[in-house]
């Protein structure tokens, strides 16, 4: 069974750092893409960043481009978002994904993944 629980979220101040931990078990990351979402109050869920099942470089998203990092660890299994440069608009409870197809082509659809934690609330406050 796969599960994925997210943690680190928390209260911030505007341009501050935070960095979100999802530790995954049932699937390895050699064989899934994984990826981070967040849905902000009143709003549908949104792509933030993704790593491929190959590794390398992740793929983020425009508002996050620049700011926000992911990353995983094969080894202990856990995918982290480092975000720093935080702003209002960040705040949100954010998602982490799995995903067992590996298409790069909707790396970015909440529906290619398979795998859903329960999200970690971020809230960024100036």
């Known amino acids: 069974q796969v599960q994925l629980v997210e943690s680190g979220g928390g209260l911030v101040q505007v341009g501050g750092p935070l960095r979100l931990s999802c530790a995954a078990s049932?699937?390895?990351?050699?064989?899934?893409?994984m990826g981070w979402f967040r849905q902000a109050p009143g709003s549908g869920r949104e792509f933030v960043a993704a790593?491929?099942?190959?590794?390398?470089?992740?793929y983020d998203s425009d508002s996050v481009k620049g700011r926000f990092t992911i990353s995983r660890d094969t080894t202990n299994n856990t995918l982290y978002l480092r975000m720093n440069s935080l702003k209002a608009e960040d705040t949100a409870v954010y998602y982490c994904a799995g995903d067992p197809t590996g298409i790069l082509s909707t790396i970015r659809d909440t529906t290619q993944y398979d795998y859903w934690g329960q999200g970690t609330q971020v809230t960024v406050s100036s």
């Open positions: 049932g699937l390895s990351f050699r064989r899934n893409t």
């Open positions: 790593i491929r099942y190959s590794g390398g470089n992740g």
